[in-house]
């Protein structure tokens, strides 16, 4: 089982929709989660950390199941511009932190 | 002007040829990482170095040496460059006592090894 595993996709959708991506996580002492978002051939780039309580950034919610060992995120009012891949990116625990990185959801917001 | 700044954008090479691919920061940061990136694998981290005179291996380092010069500077050199090197490479940067263990990345290397 790898240890951060997600949905490759991908998830064509239209502008508008709400759209929700899981990632579920093998390390039950896994510390810290994130959700990154990289366009094609570019860098990615930290689009929300993942609190235990859920939170929210305008129209991303991100959530956290302990129990269950997964994190989600929510895009509301989808634009053409929240086309792109979805990282999810899970710390373990330790001195070194190490990040695990999923291989990426990829989603397509169409007109 | 980039935070973190990768040279060459783009390069094509033979088997077998040396190459450095460099990387500078202006953030700051103590905290260097060289990635690659290869479709259906991800992101897998090949060193890191958490200040100057630090230097560790990550999951895929064989093949890969670096080189931390200064805090701003961490390049990663293919002594013998293989094709299955070929990948998208990126630098990146954290500073845990500010900004936690967000990663902010330079805009990657294409490397392509013939």
């Known amino acids: 089982r790898k240890e951060v595993e997600q949905d490759p996709g991908p998830f064509n959708v239209p502008e508008g929709a709400t759209v929700a991506f899981n990632c579920t996580y093998s390390?039950?002492?896994?510390?810290?989660f994130f959700w990154y978002r990289q366009d094609c051939r570019k860098e990615p780039k930290l689009l929300m950390s993942?609190?235990?309580?859920?939170n929210e950034d305008g129209r991303f919610t991100a959530q956290l199941n302990r129990a269950s060992q997964y994190i989600s995120l929510l895009i509301r009012d989808s634009k053409l511009s929240d086309s792109a891949t979805y990282l999810c990116?899970?710390?373990?625990?330790?001195?070194?932190?190490?990040?695990?990185w999923g291989l990426g959801t990829s989603l397509a917001v169409n007109p | 002007d980039a935070d973190v700044t990768q040279t060459p954008r783009n390069r094509i090479t033979k088997t077998g040829k040396r190459i450095m691919l460099e990387c500078s920061q202006t953030k700051g940061h103590d905290r260097m990482y060289w990635y690659r990136q290869d479709p259906g694998l991800g992101l897998r981290l090949i060193y890191y170095?958490?200040?100057?005179?630090?230097?560790n291996k990550g999951e895929i380092s064989d093949g890969y040496s670096v080189s931390r010069q200064a805090q701003a500077k961490f390049s990663l050199s293919l002594e013998s460059a293989i094709p299955n090197q070929t990948a998208l490479y990126f630098c990146?940067?954290?500073?845990?006592?500010?900004?936690?263990?967000?990663?902010?990345f330079g805009s990657g290397t294409q490397l392509s090894v013939l």
């Open positions: 993942v609190y235990s309580s859920g």
């Open positions: 990116v899970v710390s373990n625990a330790g001195n070194n932190r190490k990040l695990i």
């Open positions: 170095s958490f200040d100057v005179k630090d230097i």
């Open positions: 390390n039950s002492a896994s510390q810290s």
């Open positions: 990146a940067t954290s500073d845990p006592g500010r900004t936690g263990e967000k990663l902010f």
